[in-house]
């Protein structure tokens, strides 16, 4: 009977894991979706749509965000930051300010910070929960937010990271968990925050590479102790990291303008780095099988192929795999499909293809038709690559040695958040509204 016991246990432990192993490749549940690469195995949403062709649901969304729709099972996730309009007397308006580089102010007035939840059906607010109340400490980019960290879904909860103003951790049904207030950061020029937390284990990791001390803090998801807290030397970054096992360890893989690191996730050791990338480093790093694929391209341009099998230094060594030094994006992160490596240059419309082994150019740069500039992140399903402009026209690729356009599909709403897609349906969110984009009759 004993052994019975013990063998039923195992069988129900590994049930438990395989189904939540389904889930998460079902679902979009963090901003690169199932496994940080911009790509969904099992999606099968629409190709062909407009704002009266295959829209199943549209909604109004109040205050200002780019964060990615994060889908899990019933449920949509947004997160906003709504302007109350209440001054605080004691501060200066912004008229009054001196005039910063980009025209960029400070409020004077207190913001909400709002977790929504939708349902994913009907596009129906299930809940609401108000994180803080409070006046940003500083201003951000005209095409910047306070809400454009991505939230996360794991083991039952919604981490939702509205960097200064801290973190807040839910139950999928809005039940408050904990919080954490990280302090303040300070973004050289004021441009705004907006690298998104990883959850991977019982570990939360935030990055905040900023003007003033940067830093990886890890904390535990349970009640958001401080389990290890590293300095970094870097200035501004926006590179959510990635999350890469060898040889027992898991890796944190983080890009920036001075290195690509990697550190242990159990104790914060740093395993290995490597020089190379350019400045305000943004996109997400991809990890595939053995490697990491990392690139920038902010006043330069930079992909590299590094080995996570290393430790130490591989700065201008051998060791690194291949490098690339055009074409490379600045905000968007690039996708992984089928041993290519897909972006664009900088913020603008123009397509790169490299062979993701070697490095070498599948597809030269080649102009978007339609597109001029993309902050999105392009994302792939069902062997189509998706690529959203700002001014609402996605692009349906079909990867090949030429540039092939399946589609294009306009939407009247301007776009920075990239996509989510689950099942049936894409996500899309514009400035004013987010779409629900699925087969309708």
Request: hydrophobic share 35%.
């Amino acid at each position: 009977m004993n052994v019975f016991k013990y063998i039923l246990a195992f069988s129900l432990l590994f049930h438990a894991a395989s189904l939540s192993a389904q889930s998460i490749q079902d679902n979009w549940h963090q901003w690169r979706g199932p496994n940080n690469t911009g790509v969904s195995s099992t999606a099968t949403p629409p190709v062909k749509w407009s704002e009266t062709e295959n829209i199943q649901w549209k909604v109004a969304l109040d205050g200002n965000g780019s964060s990615t729709p994060i889908v899990w099972e019933n449920r949509v996730f947004i997160l906003t930051a709504i302007d109350t309009r209440i001054v605080d007397p004691n501060l200066p308006k912004p008229e009054d300010q001196p005039m910063r580089v980009f025209g960029i102010k400070h409020p004077n007035t207190q913001y909400q910070w709002v977790v929504i939840c939708l349902d994913r059906e009907t596009g129906d607010e299930q809940w609401r929960r108000t994180a803080v109340q409070r006046v940003p400490h500083e201003g951000h980019h005209g095409d910047n937010n306070y809400a454009s960290a991505s939230p996360v879904v794991a083991d039952g909860k919604v981490y939702c990271w509205f960097g200064s103003a801290g973190l807040y951790v839910y139950e999928l049904d809005g039940t408050p968990v904990w919080n954490r207030d990280l302090g303040k950061a300070y973004m050289g020029a004021a441009l705004g925050e907006g690298c998104s937390p990883v959850v991977h284990g019982n570990r939360v990791i935030i990055v905040r590479d900023q003007q003033r001390q940067s830093s990886i803090e890890v904390l535990d998801t349970k009640n958001g102790k401080t389990i290890w807290k590293n300095e970094r030397e870097e200035g501004n970054t926006w590179a959510t990291p990635a999350i890469a096992e060898y040889n027992g360890k898991v890796q944190v893989i983080t890009c920036a303008s001075n290195f690509v690191r990697s550190y242990d996730l159990e104790n914060g050791d740093l395993i290995w780095k490597c020089s190379g990338l350019t400045g305000n480093a943004t996109p997400c790093p991809i990890v595939e099988d053995d490697r990491v694929l990392v690139m920038t391209g902010y006043k330069g341009h930079s992909a590299m192929s590094l080995p996570i099998t290393e430790t130490g230094d591989l700065s201008d060594s051998d060791k690194i795999i291949w490098t690339h030094d055009r074409g490379t994006p600045y905000v968007p992160s690039p996708v992984l499909l089928d041993g290519t490596l897909l972006f664009n240059q900088s913020n603008s419309g123009i397509w790169t293809a490299l062979d993701a082994s070697s490095g070498k150019v599948v597809l030269e740069r080649t102009r978007l038709p339609g597109i001029s500039k993309i902050y999105a992140s392009p994302v792939v399903a069902q062997g189509h690559v998706y690529v959203t402009g700002i001014d609402g026209l996605t692009l349906i690729l079909k990867p090949g040695k030429g540039l092939h356009v399946v589609a294009f599909n306009k939407l009247n709403d301007t776009f920075s958040s990239s996509a989510s897609i689950a099942g049936k349906q894409l996500f899309l969110r514009g400035n004013k509204h987010l779409y629900c984009i699925a087969e309708t009759p």
